[in-house]
T-cell receptor, first 113, second 114 residues
Framework: KAGVTQTPRYLIKTRGQQVTLSCSPI?????VSWYQQTPGQGLQFLFE???????NKGNFPGRFSGRQFSNSRSEMNVSTLELGDSALYLC????????????FGSGTRLTVV | QQPVQSPQAVILREGEDAVINCSSS?????VHWYRQKHGEAPVFLMI?????EQKGHDKISASFNEKKQQSSLYLTASQLSYSGTYFC???????????????FGKGTMLLVSP
């Protein structure tokens, strides 16, 4: 079956702009989580969505937001980009969330200049 | 709340064994293990649920000591393909939300040489 699909794979944006990243989970998976990965901080949790509802949110500023659609596809938005937002953004889907393994997408590499 | 992994890096020769540890200061619902190769997405290896259990996956196994909130990943007779960064993820139930969050350690880099 198809894996987790993230688009785009690479993105270059200018400080102050906004960006939207997309994630299509594995068919049947209802939980979608987003992580920011940087060399210094590792995998940092952004938020988790289940059946269109945000269930958990990490310690990121309000510039980071997301949503999930009825077909479980999810989008993540970052407004007013800063240089420090440059990172690999990973989306992971899970059947129900708790107690189930996550399948990660290949990520979107965001570079802010 | 981020779990602590040790060691930070391991260098092995093919055929040698390694142990990677993961500890948390908070009560856990489960522990996950993932492996990430350079330039690729993390890949799920196994999950251990509370209740204290041990799992095996080919020559890679893990244990979870619920009382100590510690988990260990055991790699035996390592192969070149085992190289990568190993992450443990700890799953806790949020006091306010009632839902779980999967928090990752900073990773252990494993290099297996011929």
């Amino acid at each position: 079956k198809a894996g987790v699909t993230q688009t785009p794979r690479y993105l270059i944006k200018t400080r102050g702009q906004q960006v939207t990243l997309s994630c299509s989970p594995i068919s049947g998976h209802r939980s979608v989580s987003w992580y920011q990965q940087t060399p210094g901080q590792g995998l940092q949790f952004l938020f988790e969505y289940f059946s269109e509802t945000q269930r958990n949110k990490g310690n990121f500023p309000g510039r980071f937001s997301g949503r999930q659609f009825s077909n479980s596809r999810s989008e993540m938005n970052v407004s007013t980009l800063e240089l420090g937002d440059s990172a690999l953004y990973l989306c992971a889907s899970s059947l129900l969330g708790i107690g189930y393994g996550y399948t990660f997408g290949s990520g979107t590499r965001l570079t802010v200049v | 709340q981020q779990p602590v992994q040790s060691p930070q890096a391991v260098i092995l020769r093919e055929g040698e064994d390694a142990v990677i540890n993961c500890s948390s200061s908070k009560a856990l619902y489960s522990v996950h293990w993932y492996r990430q190769k350079h330039g690729e997405a993390p890949v799920f290896l196994m999950i251990l649920l509370k209740g204290g259990e041990q799992k095996g996956h080919d020559k890679i196994s893990a244990s979870f000591n619920e009382k100590k909130q510690q988990s260990s990943l055991y790699l035996t007779a390592s192969q070149l393909s085992y190289s990568g960064t190993y992450f443990c993820g700890t799953e806790r139930i949020g006091m306010n939300s009632g839902y779980s969050t999967l928090t990752f350690g900073k990773g252990t880099m494993l290099l297996v040489s011929p």
